[in-house]
């Protein structure tokens, strides 16, 4: 009996780690806007951050229409919230519009990225955008949304 339940133990170890490694997905790129249409819904009026993962949910991190709220929410395939955390703004932050998320997506596009896995401001205002082209190579745009240009683009 003791065999068996370290057995059992090993292979749901195994298993757990395997899904922690995959907890990130892919999303096609022209299916990534969705995501910030159903954020909308939810209150979101700019973006930190937002990182698409398994099973069709998006984790996304912001700042609410009020602009005095912080957000991370995570949204299923449908836009329903499964988790939420709410916080008084106590920073000024840089952040996307909706249109700023939009153009950095189609910018990424149009370098040649296929999947996104992530869109993400820093702190100097680039918008950096990971992703896969169609040779599954990892792909990185960073894109300028003041200019609405692409700064670089870095095959990994």
Excluded: C
Aim: no cysteine; glycine share 8%; net charge negative.
């Amino acid at each position: 009996m003791k065999k068996s339940s370290a057995a059992l133990t090993i292979v749901l170890v195994s298993a757990g780690l395997g899904f922690s490694a995959m907890a990130q997905a892919k999303r096609p790129i022209d299916e990534a806007g969705r995501v910030v249409d159903q954020a909308m819904q939810y209150g979101f009026a700019s973006f930190e951050e937002i990182e698409y993962k398994r099973f069709g949910r998006s984790e996304i991190e912001g700042f609410l229409a009020d602009n005095d709220w912080y957000a991370e929410v995570t949204l299923n395939e449908a836009g329903e919230p499964q988790r939420e955390r709410q916080s008084k703004r106590t920073h000024a932050s840089a952040s996307m519009t909706p249109d700023q998320v939009r153009s950095a997506l189609t910018a990424a596009r149009d370098a040649g990225m296929v999947t996104v896995e992530e869109v993400q401001i820093e702190g100097d205002g680039r918008v950096e955008v990971d992703g896969y082209d169609a040779d599954k190579r990892e792909l990185e745009v960073t894109f300028d949304p003041t200019s609405n240009e692409v700064i670089e683009v870095d095959h990994d």
